[in-house]
């Protein structure tokens, strides 16, 4: 394996200008994260006040918040294949547009049916961002810090998160309220939709600023123009040999033709089974049930509602300082241990709230905890979040950024995403019903799937720290028996 070790890491510090620039760029391409976060995010402070507003039933209410979240796979599907036709930059200002005419649609809204177009709407942009940011990144990205650039992705979410929680409340606090009228006669629930227009805005202009994806403009056969951008990424010492490797390894893929993301496993290539089942973990260990339900997890431990909305916000927070935790360790300790060490913290912590709840008397909204039960469940909910948003949170990003071949990166990326939002409704609503059967079960069920997913990485994932992003496929494809013999 011809791994090149004559650019160590330090080359790409905020110090040197290849660093500057590829960090730069990330950071472009991570504001689509941001807006995942936010849009995902922003119904939270709005439901209540838009079910008094619409008179909606409770059916009707969860169907309009989960329905952003088929939105989404649609959205993560459909950019990915036009990603690998169009190019990336374009797919980023289709969701840039998608997401602002939505928070405006959304916030002038004035019926149920136009709400959930504008729900459904929106969730197509979170799929289209959740998509493109990966792939960009990892396509701009030096190998030396590629682990470090993809994690900006997370980051960017969970900032969109804390900001669309932080700034619902703002508003809701102003207003005296989210129902109440707030400025040009509208209600604070619309002006919490509307803000979302200026990260919108900021995407769309970044994607008229920032350069096409050299890998996508080689694969397309322009070479001259990939170089221009290469040359300002990678320092002239690797440029050669980059675009040399680089060439040859898309004259591979187009010898071989192949771009289906069809295969022997079950109909599907079996590295495209690997994204979706790391998608498929990373969502059935049951974080947005944290985020989207939490408020009744802390009423639960003792804690009254305005505490809880506040432990909420807290969590939040601890969520965007461990993502930190991930960009400094991924590019030197590398995937698999960070992925290992996750799925233990949350196997143990997603446990230990199991057996509190198995202590909890009450039941729905009245569930509680006696001590010490009380304090366990809240100790163990925030080692799960730390657990998960130090490595499953943004290890699958950067995995999914970085695994596929380059002919299909964006298809099968899309395939993966896509199966995550499926994957994250079917738990989103599947939450209240089975937690009013049994929470012990429930929890006991995401721990189990924490289990599992050590001994799949244990098992499946190779560890691709520091390689290019042509020589990762390499490590997934399982060698031909007959070739190996001849
Ligand atoms: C997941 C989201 C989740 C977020 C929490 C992301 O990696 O894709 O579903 O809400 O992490 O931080």
Sequence with gaps: MSQTQSIPSNAFTLRSPYGRRAIGLSLAAAVGGFLFGFDSSVINGAVDAVQGNFELSQVLTGFVVAVALLGCAVGAVVAGALSDRWGRLKVMLLGAVLFFVSSIGAALTFSVPDLILWRVMSGLGIGIASVVAPAYIAEVAPRQIRGSLASLQQLAITLGIFGALLSDALLANTAGGAANQLWLGMEAWRWMFLVGVVPAAVYGILSFTVPESPRYLLSKGKRDEAKAIFSRLVPPADLDKTMNELSSAIEADRKNKNVSLRGPVLGLQGIVWTGILLSMFQQFVGINVIFYYSTTLWKAVGFDESNSLLISVITSVTNVVVTFVAIFLVDRVGRKPILLTGSVLMTVSLGAMALSFA???????????????????????????????????????????????????????GVAAGAQWIANFAITVSFPAMSGWSLPLTYGMYALFAALSFVYVALRIPETKGMELEQTETLFVRKPKAKAKA
């Design 359 to 413: 202590f909890a008397t009450g039941s729905g909204e009245n569930v509680s905890l006696p001590a010490p039960w009380g304090g366990v469940a809240l100790v163990a909910a925030n080692v799960f979040v730390v657990g998960f948003g130090a490595s499953w949170g943004p290890l699958v990003w950067v995995l999914l950024g970085e695994i596929f071949p380059s002919r299909i990166r964006g298809k099968a990326l």
